[in-house]
């Protein structure tokens, strides 16, 4: 049997039955197999792309089964997913592969009568796959069905962003690319992307200092990345920091830090010169956090483990970055499970966090500073009503980003707060309010 497949339906029937992160998951279980690249890139294929089209592969098969799906093995039903993934939506996988491959996974646990059922499916849903397209009276259901989100959250979307829900959702199914951000201090974007040729290197669109990798495969082993030449960074996060705009020789808070990747380009765009004290709870992603600085030559930043959903004891800044704690829905062409694990009730929960960190962080700026709130998701919820209850409260203002930032207009919504979209820009989804302390 194909390793691959092997490692991509274990890490599955762990998925469903723990619902812990799924990269995470799949990390852990990838070092213990000892498998080439290539198969490490297929398995991956294979799990995330099964969790990203879970809903409407899941529909898919219940064409050809009497009962739900649920009525299956745990086994049986995840080889099933992974066979009708290959079928449905990797056109390089021969059928007779995904078909065969499927079986012997059934067959190993569950004997010849349940690999007889996956070979009996698997050949329905591969001869009538022109004909499997999700229908429904209801057209959020049918969104939800063809897209594969959860119906609460597309009801959500179709709220905030109108005729534009289904192009966001088909964006947000499609794999991102593989952006990171030039360390200024150590060289130029231009001398990085000759360096990083044989990567197939394209400069962003919008950030002055991001490149795209076309093949990115081993440049993480490079001595480019050990040397701390660049950063693994979106190009939507790179915004939020050139927003900010810290500037040399100035104190800065950056609060929910970990693992670094704006705190880094904050100290890169003060020239390394000045302060940043970075504050993070979890301890684990400190460790993360130092290791990048010093890989970066970064040596500005102090880190404090500190929960910020309490008063801050640090005061003065000039700057101050509240990347909160979110839902990720912005992220979830990176995070596929994302969109399965969160509900509609933990947004709440999460808005509640929000803005208390949010009141906390702004006690500690000095008079005429300005603090950025940002998130990666789009939810109201978590983004306007979250500024819009505290802007206005203690001497405090909202910015309008659209007369401030350096960026085309098609990043900002009606009432100035930025907004990246992956089916607009090409970046991750993430939000930013300005507010300035006077």
Known sequence: MDPSRVLALKVLLEWEERKPSLDILFQKAVRKEGLTDLKKAFARELVFGTVRWIKRIDWSIERFLQKGIGSLSPTVRNALRLGAYQLLFLDRVPPWAAVSESVELVKEKEGKKAGGLVNAILRNIAREKEL??????????????????????????????????????????????????????????????????????????????????????GVLESWAFKEGLFQVQDEGAQLLSLILSPQKGERILDVCAAPGGKTTHMAELMGNEGEIVALEVNPWRIKWMKENLERLGINIVKIHRYNATKPISFKGFDRVLVDVPCSGLGVVRRNPDLKWRITEKEIYRLKDIQKRILRNSLETLKDGGILLYSTCTFTFEENEEVVKDTAGQKGVFLVDLREYAFLPGTFFNAEGFFLSLPHEHGTDGFFGALLRKL
């Open 132 to 217: 499997l397209i999700p229908d429904s009276p209801d057209p959020l259901e049918r969104l939800s069905l063809r897209w594969s989100f959860p119906l609460w959250l597309v009801k959500k979307l179709q709220k905030r962003f109108g005729d534009e829900t289904e192009a966001l959702l088909k964006a947000l199914n499609e794999p991102p690319p593989f952006t990171i951000r030039t360390n200024i201090l150590k060289t130029s974007r231009e001398d990085l992307m000759k360096i990083l040729s044989p990567f197939l290197p394209e400069p962003t669109s919008w950030s002055p200092v991001g490149v795209i990798l076309h093949k990115p495969q």
